[in-house]
């Protein structure tokens, strides 16, 4: 009887740290890729029909999730909007009122501008992922310079390296989205 106590005792702590390790690691997970800012990225994820994966993705790399975040090249807020891109998105949503230097930094408007330039763009590159990311860090006209006869563009065809790596690390934060958040998975 002792043996089987010793045994069941055993068997018991260690699914138990099984259930620690892996409940904190999806808790790790979620604390380094925070979902901050969800009312509105949600809302115009709906409206714009961009997945949240790949909003909260953007934020999360260009950000941090920090709203005055300000880059050497003068793109500021959330989805760091330059003002070149902010002009072009008021423009199409015909918000002639506002301006970069006073509202870009407002985290809902960031994000319907940066979610609207992502629908922009998604429309723009028929839906081609890698484009429409490289395009949101490298610029519109460089990666329609990059795209092959196929007109999808391939990793391998992204010609700054800056540009590629952002690809790839939105790509990785984006997965990382959809696979910690999904309704009841524990899984990264």
Known sequence: ?????SIFRTVATLLMVIIVVTVGHAMVIRYLYPKNYADYVEKYSNEYDIS??????VIKCESGFK??????KNAVGLMQITEETFNDVKKMLGDDDL????????????????????????NYFSGDEIAVI????????????????DKKLSRSEIEFAETKAYVKKVLKAK??????????????
């Open 1 to 5: 009887m002792k043996r089987f106590r």
């Open 52 to 57: 949240e994966e790949l909003i909260f993705a």
């Open 67 to 72: 709203p005055n975040a300000k880059s050497n």
């Open 99 to 122: 301006s970069f230097s006073v509202d870009a930094t407002n985290e809902e408007l960031n994000i319907k501008y940066g979610t609207y330039y992502l629908r922009f763009l998604n």
């Open 134 to 149: 490289a395009a949101y860090n490298a610029g519109l006209g460089n990666v329609q310079k990059w795209l092959g006869e």
């Open 175 to 188: 997965k990382i989205y959809k696979n910690v958040y999904e309704k009841g998975s524990q899984d990264v």
